[in-house]
Each structure stands twice: as C-alpha cells, then as structure tokens.
C-alpha cells in the first residue's frame, strides 16, 4: 500500500487543505450575509430567484466545510448574524443597491469563486476534498451562466468593445 491510500476521510488534511477549507467556509457565510442584504435591496423577482439559490448553496457549502473542518479536529470560522428581512420600500433610495449594482456583484462574487474552487480542487491531496471542491465549482459555474443570462436579458451588461467587423483575409 502506498502513502495515503486507505479511505481519504480517515487520511489527514494537509496546512493548506485546511487552510483553504476554513478560508472557503469563512468566505460562504459572509457571502451569505451579502446576499441576505442584496435580497432586501432586490426589486427583481428573478434576480431574488437567483440570490435565493445562491443563499441556498453557500449556507450548504458552509455546512459542509465546517463538518470537515471538525471530523478533522479543527475549528471553523464564526457565522455572522442572520439578516433581518427588510421591504425594499423601507430603504431610502440613496441607500439603496440597485438590481445592475447587485447583478454585477453577484458576477464578480461567482467568478471568484470559481478561482478558488479551481485552486482548492488543484492543490488537494485528499480525493473527497477535490471532489468536493469539483461540487462547488460546477454549482458556481451553473449560477454565473444563469447570473449573465439575466443580466443579458434584462440589459445589465456592459459589455467590453465587441469586434463587430473582423478583418478579411
């Protein structure tokens, strides 16, 4: 038998599986604050669908995380408070997100997100730690094709210059 090769969940966690363990599941639950927040600001209804399953995942991520975290005697990082509910008519309007600031956020969160997972699942030693890192990276990437979708559809990106005529050959 080699190194390392009974079941992976009895194998130990290499410094930076845990540390990128904790970093993720740090990153889901203020990433979930976030999201409570932009669901108050969200006028939307589809892009409250999206926020919802995106709140959705990152509490099951953070979950997840922090029972891997403590099968493997660490301790995870704090949640934050829940966020109350909020009706968006209640917010000032200058105080206000709106639903192009928010979509835009959500993009830029996804993309991320999709970095980090891509590290985690490289640097894993631990196959169920990639495997799950994989997870979290095809969620991420099905949520930022459904994130651009809505925002194409409701005229939310701004796009780069696009190349509308290319040269002939």
Not at 26 to 41: C, G
Not at 147 to 162: D, H, N, R, T
């Amino acid at each position: 038998m080699g190194i390392l090769s009974g079941n992976p969940k009895d194998e130990p966690l290499h410094y930076g599986e845990i540390f990128y363990i904790w970093s993720y599941s740090a990153k889901k639950k203020s990433i979930l604050s976030t999201y409570q927040l932009y669901l108050s600001h969200a006028g939307d209804t589809e892009l409250k669908r999206l926020l919802n399953n995106l709140i959705q995942q990152a509490r099951q991520a953070a979950v997840e995380c922090d029972e891997l975290l403590v099968h493997n005697g660490i301790m995870p990082p704090p949640s934050l408070p829940e966020r109350p509910s909020v009706r968006l008519e209640e917010i000032p309007a200058g105080a206000r997100f709106s639903d192009v600031e928010i979509a835009l956020a959500i993009g830029e969160n996804l993309t991320a997100s999709l970095v980090a997972c891509s590290q985690i699942t490289g640097s894993s030693i631990r196959i169920d730690v990639g495997l799950l890192f994989s997870k979290y990276y095809a969620l991420h990437l099905a949520s930022s094709a459904a994130a651009l979708s809505l925002s194409k559809e409701k005229g939310w990106l701004v796009p780069p210059p696009l190349q509308l005529r290319r040269p002939e050959h």
